[in-house]
């Protein structure tokens, strides 16, 4: 046998990843670009879903209500996702609801003040009108560390090997919203996984007119099938004899959303009364927002990575936290039921279809913001049973975790301080939120129960956050231990280029300001 050559045996570190026909900054054509467009709002109907029919049913709110709040919630998602996709950090990324804020959420709705209302609707208006002047006050948290450009500051501590963990955990830490849910239903679940895996993967080669239709389309073509032979079990009866759990899960039309949707309905800012404002929610609120930002930030390297750009420089992540407070105080303007963060599921759809075209995600957004004033139309696609979703989450996020886990090139990983910052960082991002999980499952209440209600929401939410607590360690271990001559195998001289806006020419780019509006707003 001959020998081996070194370099087969290795791969030189790549700040872009590769393999993708259309980046960051290149286009399909328009009949590809809707297409995709259109499977990226399908996957974004999972979570603007999903937390309202948490939350609004808690409030006090009517099927009708729900509906109003999803189509509220979709509208805010196309707008913010447009804003952050043209003067934010330009990547391809969907902005829509976070499960962050669901905690600070809760002990809002659980106020005695409002707990005490007996009519419904009004406890649910004044619900709202609570978590709208939180939302409105916690907002200026984000708009003050972006525009200021402090948390572009703070991002000087991040290296591969602190950011890599943080990354991974993003997806690592919704395992919970993976299989879990797909056995709820595993005869809906299960082949969506086996089908979407199978043609985005085994089948990804074969082409129509020279176009891979299977890999860029599966997500479409899976729902479709698999929505269709949900709707024929329900049809048949099934589920007639089932639980009441299955059902909900199984059955195509058990959301009650297309019944209880307007026909056209036009989201508004205040449209549910003026807000309301306490310092004690709006400082548990915080907590929320803080999370957030982090997991934003994390999203925001993991989309650079799969739309094959470079890592966003600091002025950018500032200028994208920036505008995403802007988000959340649009968020409590309309009255979403919740904050924003990315998308993670979609960050992941970018690798899955290796499409990371910023037209693609701003087509996404002109689809959520058309549906949601369509009222019937949006809750027809918004009636897919989230089973479906759930098996889509598991390919989606898993390729998220690894896209963070793939920084680590950028490091020396035979030194025993990298392994044990990486190491430490990913067990403690996913053990200390699953012990406050375990914990308020069992007593309906998160291990911080003091009298200081926004103590608690600040303890609870932050540690209920794997990316959150794999940065508090990671960060933390990255710039204390052994930190003298170790910038070499932390990976900074492959960052270090991309620090400032002109530290790398691809910068300008990827992430200057459409409309010539650099001349005017020049990277600090």
């Given at each position: 046998?001959?020998?081996?050559?070194?370099?087969e045996i290795s791969h030189p570190a790549m700040e872009q990843l590769q393999g993708f026909e259309y980046c960051?900054?290149?286009?399909?054509?328009?009949?590809?670009?809707?297409?995709?467009?259109?499977?990226?709002?399908?996957?974004?109907?999972?979570?603007?879903?999903?937390?309202?029919?948490?939350?609004?049913?808690?409030?006090?709110?009517?099927?009708?209500?729900?509906?109003?709040?999803?189509?509220?919630?979709?509208?805010?998602?196309?707008?913010?996702?447009?804003?952050?996709?043209?003067?934010?950090?330009?990547?391809?990324?969907?902005?829509?609801?976070?499960?962050?804020?669901?905690?600070?959420?809760?002990?809002?709705?659980?106020?005695?003040?409002?707990?005490?209302?007996?009519?419904?609707?009004?406890?649910?208006?004044?619900?709202?009108?609570?978590?709208?002047?939180?939302?409105?006050?916690?907002?200026?948290?984000?708009?003050?560390?972006?525009?200021?450009?402090?948390?572009?500051?703070?991002?000087?501590?991040?290296?591969?090997?602190?950011?890599?963990?943080?990354?991974?955990?993003?997806?690592?830490?919704?395992?919970?919203?993976?299989?879990?849910?797909?056995?709820?239903?595993?005869?809906?679940?299960?082949?969506?996984?086996?089908?979407?895996?199978?043609?985005?993967?085994?089948?990804?080669?074969?082409?129509?007119?020279?176009?891979?239709?299977?890999?860029r389309f599966s997500l479409f073509i899976c729902i479709a099938l698999v929505w269709a032979y949900a709707q024929?079990?329900?049809?048949?009866?099934?589920?007639?004899?089932?639980?009441?759990?299955?059902?909900?899960?199984?059955?195509?039309?058990?959301?009650?959303?297309?019944?209880?949707?307007?026909?056209?309905?036009?989201?508004?800012?205040?449209?549910?009364?003026?807000?309301?404002?306490?310092?004690?929610?709006?400082?548990?609120?915080?907590?929320?927002?803080?999370?957030?930002?982090?997991?934003?930030?994390?999203?925001?390297?993991?989309?650079?990575?799969?739309?094959?750009?470079?890592?966003?420089?600091?002025?950018?992540?500032?200028?994208?936290?920036?505008?995403?407070?802007?988000?959340?105080?649009?968020?409590?303007?309309?009255?979403?039921?919740?904050?924003?963060?990315?998308?993670?599921?979609?960050?992941?759809?970018?690798?899955?279809?290796?499409?990371?075209?910023?037209?693609?995600?701003?087509?996404?957004?002109?689809?959520?913001?058309?549906?949601?004033?369509?009222?019937?139309?949006?809750?027809?696609?918004?009636?897919?049973?989230?089973?479906?979703?759930?098996?889509?989450?598991?390919?989606?996020?898993?390729?998220?975790?690894?896209?963070?886990?793939?920084?680590?090139?950028?490091?020396?990983?035979?030194?025993?301080?990298?392994?044990?910052?990486?190491?430490?960082?990913?067990?403690?991002?996913?053990?200390?939120?699953?012990?406050?999980?375990?914990?308020?499952?069992?007593?309906?209440?998160?291990?911080?129960?003091?009298?200081?209600?926004?103590?608690?929401?600040?303890?609870?939410?932050?540690?209920?956050?794997?990316?959150?607590?794999?940065?508090?360690?990671?960060?933390?271990?990255?710039?204390?231990?052994?930190?003298?001559?170790?910038?070499?195998?932390?990976?900074?001289?492959?960052?270090?280029?991309?620090?400032?806006?002109?530290?790398?020419?691809?910068?300008?780019?990827?992430?200057?300001?459409?409309?010539?509006?650099?001349?005017?707003?020049?990277?600090?």
């Amino acid at each position: 046998m001959s020998e081996v050559k070194p370099e087969e045996i290795s791969h030189p570190a790549m700040e872009q990843l590769q393999g993708f026909e259309y980046c960051i900054d290149s286009n399909p054509p328009w009949g590809e670009a809707i297409i995709l467009g259109f499977q990226h709002y399908i996957l974004a109907l999972g979570t603007a879903v999903m937390i309202p029919t948490v939350l609004v049913p808690m409030m006090g709110g009517s099927d009708g209500d729900r509906v109003r709040v999803v189509q509220t919630l979709l509208f805010v998602t196309g707008i913010n996702t447009l804003l952050q996709s043209l003067f934010g950090t330009r990547l391809p990324t969907v902005i829509g609801g976070s499960y962050a804020f669901v905690i600070p959420i809760m002990a809002i709705v659980q106020d005695s003040s409002l707990a005490a209302i007996t009519d419904n609707h009004e406890r649910f208006l004044q619900s709202m009108r609570a978590i709208q002047g939180a939302l409105i006050v916690s907002s200026s948290i984000q708009i003050i560390l972006g525009y200021s450009q402090l948390w572009g500051i703070f991002s000087r501590f991040f290296s591969p090997v602190g950011m890599a963990p943080v990354v991974a955990l993003l997806g690592f830490g919704l395992f919970e919203r993976g299989f879990p849910v797909v056995g709820r239903c595993v005869e809906v679940g299960l082949p969506m996984l086996i089908l979407f895996v199978v043609l985005s993967q085994y089948l990804k080669n074969v082409q129509i007119k020279d176009i891979p239709v299977l890999e860029r389309f599966s997500l479409f073509i899976c729902i479709a099938l698999v929505w269709a032979y949900a709707q024929i079990l329900t049809s048949g009866g099934a589920y007639k004899h089932s639980s009441e759990i299955t059902q909900i899960n199984c059955r195509t039309d058990r959301a009650n959303l297309i019944s209880s949707a307007p026909w056209i309905k036009i989201p508004y800012p205040l449209q549910w009364g003026a807000p309301t404002f306490s310092a004690g929610q709006s400082f548990g609120m915080v907590s929320a927002v803080l999370v957030s930002l982090i997991e934003s930030t994390a999203s925001y390297n993991a989309a650079a990575r799969l739309a094959s750009a470079t890592p966003p420089p600091a002025h950018i992540l500032s200028r994208g936290i920036g505008w995403q407070g802007i988000g959340i105080l649009l968020s409590g303007l309309f009255g979403t039921g919740t904050g924003s963060t990315v998308s993670v599921e979609n960050v992941g759809l970018l690798g899955s279809t290796r499409i990371g075209s910023r037209r693609v995600i701003q087509i996404s957004a002109a689809f959520m913001i058309f549906f949601s004033m369509l009222g019937k139309f949006g809750a027809l696609f918004a009636s897919i049973p989230f089973t479906i979703f759930a098996a889509v989450y598991c390919v989606l996020f898993g390729l998220v975790a690894a896209v963070g886990l793939s920084f680590l090139q950028f490091t020396n990983m035979n030194s025993m301080r990298n392994l044990f910052i990486v190491g430490v960082s990913i067990f403690l991002g996913l053990s200390v939120p699953e012990y406050f999980f375990r914990y308020s499952m069992a007593a309906q209440r998160g291990p911080a129960h003091t009298k200081a209600g926004w103590f608690n929401d600040y303890i609870n939410t932050i540690f209920s956050s794997p990316p959150t607590v794999g940065l508090m360690v990671a960060v933390f271990l990255d710039n204390t231990l052994e930190v003298k001559d170790a910038a070499r195998d932390r990976g900074m001289p492959a960052w270090v280029p991309f620090r400032s806006f002109k530290g790398d020419s691809r910068n300008e780019e990827f992430y200057s300001l459409p409309f010539n509006l650099n001349r005017f707003f020049p990277p600090s």
